[in-house]
């Protein structure tokens, strides 16, 4: 498995998960008063079960503590939307 490296998009409200420079998921997120609410995750079924949204989360939590920033309502569940890409 290659190495999975997130980015904030901020003009999207999203940050964005890649593989070897392609995109295999995404979380969604508003942001008011310095407090982000993550409000979906988005893996496309061709990356189902390989451990994308759980390497999403983890990176993407800890960019927000980096920040000094705080989260509000995070759900992770086994549930994930599935979109194609």
Not at 2 to 11: A, V
Not at 31 to 57: C, K, N, R
Not at 59 to 75: F, M, P
Request: hydrophobic share 40%.
């Amino acid at each position: 498995m290659s190495d999975q490296h997130q980015s904030d998009q901020p003009e999207q409200l999203r940050f964005a998960a890649e593989r070897d420079g392609v995109q295999v998921g995404h979380i969604e997120y508003e942001v008011a008063d310095e407090v982000l609410t993550l409000t979906h995750t988005i893996v496309p079924e061709e990356y189902a079960g390989q451990g994308v949204a759980t390497a999403m989360a983890r990176g993407v939590l800890d960019e927000i503590r980096s920040r000094g920033l705080k989260v509000a309502g995070v759900l992770i569940c086994g549930g994930l939307d599935h979109q194609a890409s």
